[in-house]
């Protein structure tokens, strides 16, 4: 099977393919089984860990991610969850650190910031917090303390 940048299709023989496609590795397990109609890909789609672990999962509809998206670390901890709609983020994506602590919220429509977006360091810290509203941004981004404070107080010496 190949891939017809041109038009955008995949084709089997020089025609699109309907079907499933399964991808083996070197170990002869799955890497990737992914389900197509009409040369575009449409069902699901799984990719695995050379040790037969998922690694990614999406839904395609006519060529176009849609729906819930999910990857996982090689440990088997969620990585990302997404939501697509149309083949464009759409809603709350989330995103965790390995050790299973959530790592970014951001919350989306049509592929832009809307409303609130988070991130926190692997302590629980949160370091991004600030909001997205008409393309603007509200609030703290990548913070990082520039002074250092003795005693919680700040003094100013000319």
């Not at 397990?29 to 992914?34: D, Y």
């Not at 672990?53 to 969620?78: Q, R």
């Not at 977006?117 to 302590?123: P, S």
Request: charged share 25%; aromatic share 14%.
């Amino acid at each position: 099977m190949v891939l017809d940048a041109n038009h955008g299709l995949f084709l089997y023989k020089d025609s699109p393919f309907s079907g499933t496609a399964i991808s083996y590795s070197e170990n002869g397990l799955e890497s990737e089984l992914a389900n197509f109609s009409k040369g575009k890909r449409d069902g699901l789609l799984t990719k695995y860990f050379p040790d037969g672990s998922k690694s990614f999962e999406a839904n395609y509809t006519d060529g176009l991610l849609e729906g819930k998206s999910y990857s996982w670390w090689s440990n088997g901890n969620l990585r990302s969850e997404s939501t697509y709609l149309n083949g464009v983020l759409h809603g709350v994506q989330k995103k965790w650190y390995q050790s299973s602590v959530l790592f970014k919220e951001t919350n989306l429509e049509n592929g832009k910031e809307v409303g609130i977006q988070r991130a926190w360091r692997e302590n629980g810290k949160i370091y991004v917090n600030y909001e997205a509203k008409n393309g603007r941004i509200f609030g703290l981004q990548r913070a990082n303390l520039c002074y250092q404070l003795n005693d919680e107080t700040l003094t100013y010496e000319d």
